[in-house]
């Protein structure tokens, strides 16, 4: 079974903080991708990777940096963070191929900036 | 930039009974998926179909696609309490999935 992690289920940081949130797959996945969640916007991508030190702007990274130094870690960093950045944040991976359609979730980061 | 869209935003049924949710979206696809996520979890794939594919059954759930409307049902047949649950239509046009702003389904025992 592809199993993604997060390193965190839930954080609590204040605003100007700088935040590593990680994710780490174990299926040997090319891509991987960094969500945030918001009540009644549905799932908005913020940055994805499709192989080591690669990475490509989502919808939305204003606020926002990534890492992936290794295939099987994908970082999201906010660099200085507020407020407006408290949210749910789902990692996902995918693979390359035919067969390698669908996208496998970790558990969420529930990120609160006071 | 959201594609796909789901209609309703919530819908609440007795179990035992079907739930119908739908998807509009904007640009060709390669292929539609279903996820479904319950509450305060990570996302957890249901089923894809293709492009060039009409109709798609899984256990309980029936897919259809229409490409000339741009859009996809989803069908739970013979609900039950444990589908509770928000459920997300994505499209596929490459590397990236776009997914809607999904559907909650209540279901009452």
């Known amino acids: 079974d592809v199993k993604v992690t997060q390193s965190s289920r839930y954080l609590v940081k204040r605003t100007g903080e700088k935040v590593f949130l990680e994710c780490v797959q174990d299926?040997?996945?090319?891509?991987m991708f960094w969500y945030r969640q918001d009540p009644g916007l549905g799932l908005r991508l913020i940055y994805f990777s499709y192989d080591v030190k690669m990475k490509e702007k989502g919808d939305i990274p204003e606020g926002y940096s990534v890492s992936r130094e290794k295939k099987e870690r994908f970082s999201l960093i906010l660099e200085s963070a507020s407020t407006n950045q408290t949210s749910m944040y789902l990692c996902a991976s995918r693979g390359t191929g035919l067969s390698s359609y669908e996208q496998y979730f970790g558990p969420g980061t529930r990120l609160t900036v006071t | 930039s959201q594609q796909g869209e789901e209609d309703p935003q919530a819908l609440s049924i007795q179990e035992g009974e079907n739930a119908t949710m739908n998807c509009s979206y904007k640009?060709?696809?390669?292929?539609l998926q279903w996820y479904r996520q319950n509450s305060g979890r990570g996302l957890v794939h249901l089923i894809l179909?293709?492009?060039?594919?009409r109709e798609k059954h899984s256990g309980r759930l029936r897919v259809t696609l229409d490409t000339s409307k741009k859009s996809s049902s989803l069908l739970i047949t013979a609900s039950r309490a444990a589908d509770t649950a928000s459920y997300f239509c994505?499209?596929?046009?490459?590397?990236?999935?776009?997914f809607g702003a999904g559907t909650i389904l209540r279901v009452k025992s």
């Open positions: 179909i293709r492009s060039n594919e």
């Open positions: 640009t060709s696809i390669n292929n």
């Open positions: 994505a499209t596929d046009a490459g590397i990236k999935l776009v």
């Open positions: 299926m040997d996945h090319e891509n």
